[in-house]
């Protein structure tokens, strides 16, 4: 390998010359002779012979006919075919090469050393940034070869003392030797090799490791391993997004406790950002988007520019000739996107704040019947979901929050595997009913919320386990923050005769004392102070309250 590293300088320049640019090569400031300090570095001396340092312009002797584009035109389909996937192979190789020296640097530059380490005596912070400098990459990619880097130093260390080992035990008794018991190997071993010997490419084997995840008590480090190395052959013919996704499968089907946990830590990542205005006046917004908003953003752009993008198949013919319109449409399909998007939010902005409007959102979870009967001691969901479109994973509580207000679709499975549909139920109040909440409600119940009706969902005070009913007097009104909080942190809201209670998770309060919800409503705030007597707990049933009476009115208008 010495002697490639002395030859590498050339080969470089080599193929400069070839691709037409000036031969000049590893010749930063710190690399040459005279300012390397960094012991090992043999590169640094005879085969560098300072390759156009002196005069950068012009080439070794022997090496200006080689013309890259020149010799390709040259070559017949089956040449061409190997060229590519030889330069590919360079490329593969290449990376390794950048990610075993970014990972050398990461060690050089450990945080213990201070200010004697690598990186800070070249006057950066930390290792990626000195790899970010030397290689022109961008902080992520930089960032990207260090932890590779690290992950293939691992693995040689691994490899370095299996061998070992298993040399003096065949000194020590000739007999097969068990490295398992003297080598610990770590789980990432089969993608951080394969990645060391140019086999699989860094930014697969990161989208390996990072969609596994580290090893913790629910998802053990072997059942990681044997993840990584069913993911493994698949890595040359996968896309990276792709890849990616398998992985976190992956993971979810091993630890499937926590998916919740990772649902959680995405969501607290997004966001939406405006951008600089730029010389033009145009200004740009940064969009964040977690799994489940990502999938309802979706698919209303989907929807609004489904025709172009091979989206649905219209049968009849109005929907052709409305599918035809918009493709006549002399808009892209991103000025029609954002266009759809601001008229949404105008219509938004302009909807009256009274009407409580159905949530029938297109975004469809796949779920099994296992899964729903799948519980916690405390009750809670602990089976998971499956976004229909993204196939990212869902959790229990965003299920649970999703069943509370939508229709429950059970697709049936005949011996033969043929599916059926048929729908289990409606959990959607219907249009009389979200009036009703609207007028009892008067907006998000849940303490010092300001979310007008129209910005609310309808919680159903009784889970869907327990009663597939859908009753006014069992639904609140709750914004979607409040709506999730309730879901997926351990609120609870309790009925009390006609009265809504909100009781807190002991973690928040130990003794679980009970907070009264007042309606956001004016006038039924007034009516109750009128009636207090409607409040006694040895009063009539709760249908044929005072307080239940104008909602029954609104219901059989
Ligand atoms: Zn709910
Ligand atoms: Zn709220």
């Given at each position: 390998?010495?002697?490639?590293?002395?030859?590498?300088?050339?080969?470089?320049?080599?193929?400069?010359?070839?691709?037409?640019?000036?031969?000049?090569?590893?010749?930063?400031?710190?690399?040459?002779?005279?300012?390397?300090?960094?012991?090992?570095?043999?590169?640094?001396?005879?085969?560098?012979?300072?390759?156009?340092?002196?005069?950068?312009?012009?080439?070794?002797?022997?090496?200006?006919?080689?013309?890259?584009?020149?010799?390709?035109?040259?070559?017949?389909?089956?040449?061409?075919?190997?060229?590519?996937?030889?330069?590919?192979?360079?490329?593969?190789?290449?990376?390794?090469?950048?990610?075993?020296?970014?990972?050398?640097?990461?060690?050089?530059?450990?945080?213990?050393?201070?200010?004697?380490?690598?990186?800070?005596?070249?006057?950066?912070?930390?290792?990626?940034?000195?790899?970010?400098?030397?290689?022109?990459?961008?902080?992520?990619?930089?960032?990207?070869?260090?932890?590779?880097?690290?992950?293939?130093?691992?693995?040689?260390a691994?490899?370095?003392?299996?061998?070992?080992?298993?040399?003096?035990?065949?000194?020590?008794?000739?007999?097969?030797?068990?490295?398992?018991?003297?080598?610990?190997?770590?789980?990432?071993?089969?993608?951080?090799?394969?990645?060391?010997?140019?086999?699989?490419?860094?930014?697969?084997?990161?989208?390996?490791?990072?969609?596994?995840?580290d090893?913790?008590?629910?998802?053990?480090?072997?059942?990681?391993?044997?993840?990584?190395?069913?993911?493994?052959?698949?890595?040359?013919?996968?896309?990276?997004?792709?890849?990616?996704?398998?992985?976190?499968e992956?993971?979810?089907?091993?630890d499937?406790?926590?998916?919740?946990?990772?649902?959680?830590?995405?969501?607290?990542?997004?966001g939406?950002?405006?951008?600089?205005?730029?010389?033009?006046?145009?200004?740009?917004?940064?969009?964040?988007?977690?799994?489940?908003?990502?999938?309802?953003?979706?698919?209303?752009?989907?929807?609004?520019?489904?025709?172009?993008?091979?989206?649905?198949?219209?049968?009849?013919?109005k929907?052709?000739?409305?599918?035809?319109?918009?493709?006549?449409?002399?808009?892209?399909?991103?000025?029609?996107?954002?266009?759809?998007m601001?008229?949404?939010?105008?219509?938004?902005?302009?909807?009256?704040?009274?009407?409580?409007?159905?949530?029938?959102?297109?975004?469809?979870?796949?779920?099994?019947?296992?899964?729903?009967?799948?519980?916690?001691?405390?009750?809670?969901?602990?089976?998971?979901?499956?976004?229909?479109?993204?196939?990212?994973?869902?959790?229990?509580?965003?299920?649970?929050?999703?069943?509370?207000?939508?229709?429950?679709?059970?697709?049936?499975?005949?011996?033969?595997?043929?599916?059926?549909?048929?729908?289990?139920?409606?959990?959607?109040?219907?249009?009389?009913?979200?009036?009703?909440?609207?007028?009892?409600?008067?907006?998000?119940?849940?303490?010092?919320?300001?979310?007008?009706?129209?910005?609310?969902?309808?919680?159903?005070?009784?889970?869907?386990?327990?009663?597939?009913?859908?009753?006014?007097?069992?639904?609140?009104?709750?914004?979607?923050?409040?709506?999730?909080?309730?879901?997926?942190t351990?609120?609870?809201?309790?009925?009390?005769e006609?009265?809504?209670?909100?009781?807190?998770?002991?973690?928040?309060?130990?003794?679980?004392?009970?907070?009264?919800?007042?309606?956001?409503?004016?006038?039924?705030?007034?009516?109750k102070?009128?009636?207090?007597?409607?409040?006694?707990p040895?009063?009539?049933?709760?249908?044929s309250?005072?307080?239940?009476?104008?909602?029954?009115?609104?219901?059989?208008?």
């Amino acid at each position: 390998m010495s002697q490639i590293l002395d030859r590498l300088p050339e080969v470089v320049a080599q193929l400069r010359v070839g691709l037409g640019l000036p031969a000049q090569i590893l010749t930063d400031s710190h690399v040459g002779p005279a300012g390397s300090d960094t012991p090992g570095v043999s590169m640094s001396n005879a085969g560098r012979a300072d390759p156009g340092t002196s005069d950068p312009g012009v080439s070794k002797p022997g090496i200006t006919d080689l013309n890259a584009h020149d010799l390709v035109d040259r070559l017949d389909a089956d040449e061409v075919e190997w060229f590519t996937r030889t330069a590919a192979e360079v490329m593969k190789l290449g990376e390794a090469l950048v990610a075993i020296g970014a990972g050398r640097i990461a060690v050089l530059s450990d945080r213990e050393l201070g200010y004697s380490g690598l990186a800070q005596r070249r006057g950066v912070r930390t290792a990626e940034h000195l790899v970010q400098s030397l290689t022109g990459s961008s902080y992520r990619d930089a960032a990207r070869q260090v932890r590779i880097g690290g992950a293939m130093g691992e693995a040689k260390a691994v490899e370095r003392a299996q061998a070992q080992a298993s040399s003096r035990q065949v000194e020590a008794d000739g007999e097969e030797p068990d490295v398992s018991l003297t080598v610990k190997v770590p789980w990432h071993f089969p993608i951080s090799l394969a990645a060391s010997k140019g086999t699989l490419s860094t930014s697969a084997a990161e989208a390996i490791t990072r969609g596994l995840g580290d090893p913790t008590e629910d998802a053990p480090a072997d059942l990681l391993q044997a993840a990584a190395e069913r993911l493994l052959p698949l890595a040359n013919t996968t896309d990276m997004d792709e890849l990616g996704r398998l992985a976190r499968e992956e993971r979810n089907l091993i630890d499937v406790t926590g998916v919740a946990q990772r649902e959680g830590a995405l969501r607290e990542m997004r966001g939406l950002r405006m951008l600089r205005r730029d010389a033009t006046g145009m200004r740009g917004v940064a969009l964040r988007l977690d799994p489940e908003n990502e999938a309802i953003f979706s698919t209303l752009i989907d929807a609004a520019t489904g025709p172009r993008r091979g989206g649905p198949r219209f049968v009849d013919a109005k929907n052709i000739a409305a599918a035809e319109a918009l493709i006549a449409d002399p808009r892209s399909t991103e000025q029609i996107a954002l266009d759809t998007m601001i008229q949404l939010m105008e219509l938004g902005a302009e909807a009256d704040p009274g009407v409580l409007f159905p949530r029938q959102s297109a975004v469809r979870i796949v779920v099994t019947a296992d899964s729903l009967d799948t519980r916690s001691e405390a009750g809670g969901l602990t089976g998971t979901g499956m976004l229909e479109d993204s196939r990212e994973a869902v959790s229990g509580a965003t299920l649970e929050r999703t069943i509370c207000s939508a229709e429950l679709t059970a697709i049936l499975l005949s011996p033969d595997n043929v599916p059926f549909e048929s729908s289990i139920g409606k959990r959607l109040f219907d249009r009389r009913q979200r009036r009703a909440l609207a007028v009892r409600d008067g907006g998000c119940m849940f303490p010092n919320c300001d979310r007008p009706v129209s910005w609310t969902e309808a919680h159903h005070i009784i889970p869907w386990s327990m009663s597939p009913k859908t009753e006014v007097i069992d639904g609140i009104l709750l914004c979607r923050h409040h709506h999730m909080l309730l879901h997926n942190t351990g609120w609870v809201i309790r009925r009390r005769e006609t009265d809504y209670v909100l009781v807190p998770p002991v973690g928040v309060d130990p003794d679980q004392k009970e907070i009264p919800l007042e309606s956001k409503s004016g006038l039924m705030r007034a009516r109750k102070r009128a009636r207090p007597a409607a409040r006694a707990p040895t009063g009539p049933p709760a249908r044929s309250e005072p307080v239940g009476k104008p909602l029954d009115t609104i219901d059989s208008s």
